[in-house]
């Protein structure tokens, strides 16, 4: 899965409606372009690209409003919908996700209904537990892996990674537990 599709599709689904350029800045204001890969021919390569695909609708060419060229905006179709939030859960869920698509669908992660973002988080908690059990299945009762080499040094980073992220995960889920974030279908706290 690529972050910049998760992206980009977020972006849009939050516009509505909008070209390139404006799709770019949103996510260079969130940092996406330093934490995951989205350059300006990466965001414009995934919007024709999901366009071909029938995951976007591209309007004709709209006026520039800086007084540059003429610029096509997208908008996501119904298909276009349903792949944003089955990349959004899939990415949530996932034990094994590259750090910048875990990133993209934390920070897109109100798009979501609280307990559907509540049920990927405990699986993914769940995928990180049966993860470490597997790898400590078969280890020798009272095993020391500072004795096995580089064996035990992959096995020392498997270990770390997955209670790592079990506690990652559990500390979210507690946030939205507690009422964390405005989530899909919820109105915004009173201030």
Do not use: C, N
């Not at 390569?45 to 060229?69: D, E, F, R, T, Y």
């Not at 798009?111 to 699986?123: G, I, N, Q």
């Not at 498997?158 to 992220?165: A, I, Y």
């Amino acid at each position: 899965m690529s972050s910049v599709r998760l992206l980009v599709l977020g972006a849009l689904r939050r516009r509505g409606r909008a070209h390139g350029y404006q799709v770019r800045a949103d996510l260079e204001s969130w940092g996406a372009h330093e934490w995951a890969t989205a350059t300006s021919g990466s965001v414009y390569h995934a919007l024709k690209s999901m366009a071909g695909q029938g995951l976007l609708v591209a309007h004709g060419q709209a006026p520039s409003q800086a007084g540059g060229p003429s610029r096509i905006e997208y908008e996501l179709t119904g298909d276009g919908e349903q792949e944003y939030l089955t990349l959004l859960s899939r990415a949530l869920a996932d034990r094994t996700p590259d750090l910048d698509v875990l990133g993209a669908a934390v920070g897109l992660i109100e798009d979501l209904p609280r307990e559907h973002a509540l049920r990927m988080l405990r699986e993914r908690a769940h995928a990180m537990r049966e993860w470490r059990a597997g790898i400590t299945a078969h280890l020798p009762a009272g095993t020391d892996l500072e004795t096995w080499g580089p064996i035990g040094e992959v096995l020392s980073l498997w270990l770390t990674t997955s209670d790592t992220g079990a506690r990652w995960t559990d500390r979210l889920i507690r946030r939205l537990e507690e009422g964390a974030f405005t989530m899909a279908g919820e109105s915004p706290a009173p201030r």
